[in-house]
Every structure is written in C-alpha cells, then in structure tokens.
C-alpha cells in the first residue's frame, strides 16, 4: 500500500471567523480608499456613512454630518426632484443613475483640475443602490464620481465640432456663407416656400469692373473691397435672410417671404449705400458699385435652380445697362 495522504473536510471550527467589528473596519478601509463618494442614507433621507472622498472635498466636519437629513447637509440638492428619485429607489428597490450629461452636478464639491473649466464644481455621475439588512432595514448606497475631465474634454471636443461645422458652411475671405450652405439653405426656403404657398425672392449681386479694381490695387485691396462690402451688405439684412458668396465677386441674398417689391427696394438701398460709401485701401479711396438681379418665384419654376436662373439673367441685363443698378426678372423680354 502507498502512503496516501487522507482529505479531510474542514468543520466550521476550522473557517476562520470574521466578526463584525473586523467587518466593519474592513468595509470602512475599503470605502475610503475609493476615489468616489460613498454616502449612504436611511430610509427618512438621514445620512448613515460617507467616506473620506467627501471629507476631502467638502469643509464639513464628520460629526456633525452623520445623522442630519442629506438636504440639510448639502441645501444645494434639488430637494423635489432628488426625494422623488430616492423614493422610487426604495419602493421598486431597483438602483437609478444621473449622468453629468443630465445633471452637471447634484453635490456642490470643488474639483481639483488644474484647467480651468466652465463651472468652479466637479461634473459627477451619480449611482443610486438600494440596500436592505435584516437589523437596520432599507438604505440607499449613493456613489458620487468625479467626471470633470471626462465633461471637459466631451465639452471641447462638442465646441471643436461645432466650429469645424461652422468653418464648413462659411467663406474663409468674406465671412459670409459659402456657396454650398447657401444653396442648401435655398433649395430648404424653395421647399418651404412651395409647401406653405409664401412668398420667396432673390438678389444676385457683383461687383462692377472687379478685375480693373485687382489690376489697379493689387488683389489684397480686392480682397479688402470684398471683406468691406460683404460687411456693409449684412448690416442692411433681416435675420432671416441669407446671404452668401456665390462665386469670385458674385454674392446672392435669399429673401423668405419676400415679394419682388420689397427685394427690388432692398437691392436699390444695397446699390446706392455702396455707390456713395469711400473704401479706403493704402491711403487711396476705392470707388466701388454693383450690379444686382432680382427674382420673386412663381408658379413657372420646378426647382430653385430656376429661381437662380432668373437672378441671374437679371444680373447680366442690369451689367449691360451701364452697370451701377437693379433689374426685375419680371421685367426681362423673353
């Protein structure tokens, strides 16, 4: 026979016994070891525990916290909306969550990064666990974690994506509208315009003689001749009209719930502030004019490119006029 070793399984007076004290110490070690807010509260909303990450982060002194209600510890709570929440938490005894995306903050708690961020609080997740023993019945566990730089950087990457969508829709010279967001936003006037049966007109606008004005100044004062109008154009609009660069000199102007009377007035108001405006480039005054079209829609046209169309040739008849003036579309021999 070999000498095999026997297995015995163990009793319970071999299991080493941890008792509630050690429990306890552990549990505590634990809680305030973690880089989140422990706080748990009883049943009436009184605080029972919190950990050493909110004694860090608030001036308030332990003793007098434990046993005081949670909205007379922290007044900053949103008292209707936070007892709702934790009511539910305790009656379907099913935990809840509130992102920084929600709420930036429940608990008013200075955060600690370095970079200054757009408020002086820390952004937090905030988990709420319901817990139920047979000696102290039902509490919730709330876990506050501290998610400023996560909220930080998702706000500047937000704040980034915004400006490069607005650098798309917008001419880099003349800070106007680029040609491809103003066509959008015309074939959308087009579409409303037609579905609610308003009224809907166009100006195309040049400038008169601009390869002479780059000949004779150089394209830097071309380019100050086209920032400086662009500018002096867009104080004269509504807030709901567009205005964009169409091309080179050529700008265009959407005018919803316009008729061809008031985009005429508004053309010859452009023509003559311009026309009697001085551009000053290296000491020298620029004169400047500009030919405009207008076009009003009608039932003829099926799409907005038409529209275009008709601004256009109205444009080209106002240039072989003698240029410095505006032309109705309507007005146009077919």
């Not at 106002?318 to 240029?323: D, F, Y």
Request: net charge negative; glycine share 4%; aromatic share 8%.
């Amino acid at each position: 026979m070999s000498d095999i070793k026997s297995h015995t399984t163990p009793t319970a007076s071999d299991v080493p016994v941890v008792n509630e004290l050690a429990l306890k110490q552990i549990n505590s070690q634990i809680a305030n070891q973690l880089n989140t807010g422990v706080l748990v509260i009883d049943a009436d909303f009184n605080i029972v525990i919190w950990n050493r990450f909110l004694q860090v982060h608030t001036d308030k002194v332990p003793g007098s916290i434990i046993g005081q209600s949670i909205f007379s510890a922290f007044p900053e709570l949103p008292q209707r909306w936070l007892s709702r929440k934790l009511s539910s938490v305790l009656q379907l005894n099913t935990p809840s969550f509130c992102s920084w995306q929600q709420r930036h903050h429940l608990f008013e708690l200075p955060h600690t990064r370095p970079i200054t961020t757009d408020s002086e609080f820390m952004a937090q997740n905030c988990t709420f666990l319901p817990i139920e023993t047979d000696v102290n019945g039902k509490h919730i566990c709330i876990l506050i974690e501290d998610v400023t730089d996560a909220c930080h950087y998702q706000m500047q990457l937000q704040k980034t994506l915004a400006e490069i969508a607005q650098i798309s829709r917008i001419d880099g010279l003349t800070q106007v509208y680029n040609r491809r967001h103003w066509q959008d936003s015309l074939e959308q006037e087009y579409a409303k315009a037609r579905r609610h049966d308003k009224k809907l007109s166009l100006i195309m606008l040049d400038l008169d003689h601009f390869k002479l004005l780059n000949d004779n100044y150089g394209h830097q004062g071309g380019d100050m001749v086209l920032i400086e109008v662009s500018a002096l154009i867009s104080t004269l609009l509504r807030v709901e009209d567009t205005f964009g660069r169409y091309g080179g000199e050529e700008f265009a102007i959407i005018l919803p719930e316009t008729d061809s009377a008031g985009a005429i007035e508004l053309a010859q108001r452009i023509c003559r502030i311009i026309a009697t405006t001085p551009f000053t480039y290296n000491d020298q005054v620029i004169k400047v004019t500009v030919s405009l079209g207008v076009a009003q829609l009608s039932s003829k046209e099926s799409n907005y490119e038409e529209l275009i169309t008709q601004a256009d040739s109205a444009l080209y008849q106002a240039k072989s006029q003698g240029r410095n003036q505006v032309c109705n579309a309507a007005e146009l021999v077919s």
